[in-house]
Structure formats: structure tokens, C-alpha cells
T-cell receptor, first 111, second 114 residues
């Protein structure tokens, strides 16, 4: 089964609003990553947070990690129409090899 | 793009025929992955490789085999294609998840089995 599960499956907001997506996972991890996928394209890496970190920022992105709850959240602030995409979390399951993804959250930002 | 190329980009094949998809990298990444993406399932790991001739199964490996005879190429073979293997296939490369480095993805191969 897939390691990460994103929630919600779909999210629709207005431009300028914040978007929050959540990810839950099942086993211990070394780090957790978030990726973005524009329709029909390959995934692009957004941000990585290590298991010993609780929060990380990158531009308009804020990621939190709670290893006790095996969950992470991705916050996109001041969203733009160009942020419309699917967002996936990925975990390594404690290994150096396997990188498994969740089902993703489809974010639609309406102008 | 991070020097990763998938070929072909599109393919239509008949049920029962063998199909090979190729992933080629120019970045000397140790780890290579094959995923399939289907609506409602996200990305599912088929097989991965952690070195030349070192491969292992992912969560949906039945009906697929892989080979990696050199660092830059990772081949995915559908021994006898079935309609359930109609999907978009993505290859990815990485220096290693624990190393804390990102994975880079190819543009995908859209495979249709008729």
C-alpha cells in the first residue's frame, strides 16, 4: 500500500487565499518531501523536511512535520492561479532506496 | 530538466505484446525508479534500482520486469501487455532518499494497451 496519503483529495480556493494540504504516513521516515505536478507533466520537487525538523519555509511554502502523529502539512500562502496543480508527499520509509508517493491533492486556485 | 529522458513518449500496443520503456539519465544518479500514475491512485512504485544490476520490486511489480546494465539506463518491460497496464509511466532518478536529495522526474510515457 502507499506510504503517504494526502488530504483533502481536492481543494478549490480563491486567489490570495492560503491553501493547506495534509499528508499522513505509516512507517518511520528519514525525511518527507513535497512535489508538485502540473497537468500532464512530470513531478517537480518543492521542499524536503528531515525527521528531526518540525518546520521549514521556502518562499510562500511552509511545511510542518509531526513524527509522533506521522503527519505533515504543506501551506501555500497568498495563492496564485499558477499554483493550480496536484501536490504529492513522498516518504522514504526509512530506507535509502524506496521513495513512495501518496495519491495527491488537486489544488485549484480560481482567479 | 535534470538530464532524464524517457522513450517513447507515447505508445499504443496490442494486448499480449511485449513492450519496453527506456529511461536514460546523464546525471550519474545511483537510484532510478519506475512509477505508474493512474486516476485515483496517484503514483505507485513499480520497480527501483540502487545500482547497476541491483533492482528490487515496488508495490505494483506484477507483470513488469526491469533491467539496469549501466548507470544511465533503466529499462521497464511489460512481458505481455494487458489493458490494465494502460497508464502513464514516469521514471525518476535520485542520489538517495536518506541522503535528503530530491528526485527528478522524466516527462512520462503514455502507454495505451488495446
Amino acid at each position: 500500500s502507499q506510504q503517504g496519503e494526502e488530504d483533502p483529495q481536492a481543494l478549490s480556493i480563491q486567489e490570495g487565499e492560503n491553501a493547506t494540504m495534509n499528508c499522513s504516513y505509516k512507517t518511520s521516515i528519514n525525511n518527507l518531501q513535497w512535489y508538485r505536478q502540473n497537468s500532464g507533466r512530470g513531478l517537480v520537487h518543492l521542499i524536503l523536511i528531515r525527521s528531526n525538523e518540525r518546520e521549514k519555509h521556502s518562499g510562500r511554502l511552509r511545511v510542518t512535520l509531526d513524527t509522533s502523529k506521522k503527519s505533515s502539512s504543506l501551506l501555500i500562502t497568498a495563492s496564485r492561479a499558477a499554483d493550480t496543480a496536484s501536490y504529492f508527499c513522498a516518504t522514504d520509509g526509512g530506507s535509502n532506496y524506496k521513495l513512495t508517493f501518496g495519491k495527491g491533492t488537486l489544488l485549484t486556485v480560481n482567479p | 530538466d535534470a538530464g532524464i529522458t524517457q522513450s517513447p513518449r507515447h505508445k499504443v500496443t496490442e494486448t499480449g505484446t511485449p513492450v519496453t520503456l527506456r529511461c536514460h539519465q546523464t546525471e550519474n544518479h545511483r537510484y532510478m525508479y519506475w512509477y505508474r500514475q493512474d486516476p485515483g491512485h496517484g503514483l505507485r512504485l513499480i520497480h527501483y534500482s540502487y545500482g547497476v544490476k541491483d533492482t528490487d520490486k515496488g508495490e505494483v511489480s506484477d507483470g513488469y520486469s526491469v533491467s539496469r546494465s549501466k548507470t544511465e539506463d533503466f529499462l521497464l518491460t511489460l512481458e505481455s501487455a494487458t489493458s490494465s497496464q494502460t497508464s502513464v509511466y514516469f521514471c525518476a532518478i535520485s542520489f538517495g532518499a536518506v541522503a535528503g536529495t530530491e528526485a527528478f522526474f522524466g516527462q512520462g510515457t503514455r502507454l495505451t494497451v488495446v
